[in-house]
């Protein structure tokens, strides 16, 4: 399995969000109400949800497998598939959140020039908090791949380098 690179997530992120941007800014010039797809309140909330869940299971990995490399008496064990299933998730939950999170930042971006408008004000404090909350998510999945990594993952690559 191949590790996610950060400057994958970096460069979703950034082609995310200068679409967005521009796709913000077509939509207002053509139409004369500006009318913009909204952010969902609840789109903060969803990854805050993820980040959280991602990093409970980093901990909870973690505590597991220093308890096995330790022979810790009665220590659960942890099963290679669960833990491939787990960095699966993390590195999926990271691609789409840098997307989604540059998308938000596009959009947050353009209305920083509309803060005025009450509605629009809210809706780039909405995509503000969808923004930090992503980055958790690319945060938590890492912490999480990191956890999951064998040790001699780590001989292998300095090997080959």
């Known amino acids: 399995m191949k590790q996610l690179r950060i ?5 979703t992120f950034v082609v995310a969000g200068v679409l967005s941007w521009a796709l913000s800014k077509l939509l207002v010039s053509r139409d004369s109400l500006g009318t913009l797809p909204s952010v969902p309140l609840a789109a903060p909330i969803v990854l805050a949800i993820i980040a959280v869940v991602l990093a409970a299971t980093a901990f909870s990995l973690r505590s597991r497998l220093r308890a096995q490399r330790d022979r810790v008496p009665g220590a659960k064990g942890v099963e290679p598939l669960m833990a491939a299933r787990a960095v699966v998730f993390g590195q999926a939950s990271a691609l789409v959140s840098s997307l989604v999170s540059g998308v938000y930042a596009g959009l947050g971006v353009f209305l920083l020039s509309h803060l005025d408008v009450p509605a629009r004000r809210d809706q780039a404090i909405y ?3 969808a ?3 992503g980055i958790a998510v690319i945060a938590a999945a890492l912490f999480l ?3 999951c990594k064998l040790p001699e993952d780590e001989d292998t690559e300095g090997a080959a380098a």
């Open 7 to 11: 400057r994958t997530l970096a460069g």
């Open 127 to 129: 995509a503000a908090f």
């Open 131 to 133: 923004v930090v909350a």
């Open 145 to 147: 791949e990191r956890v």
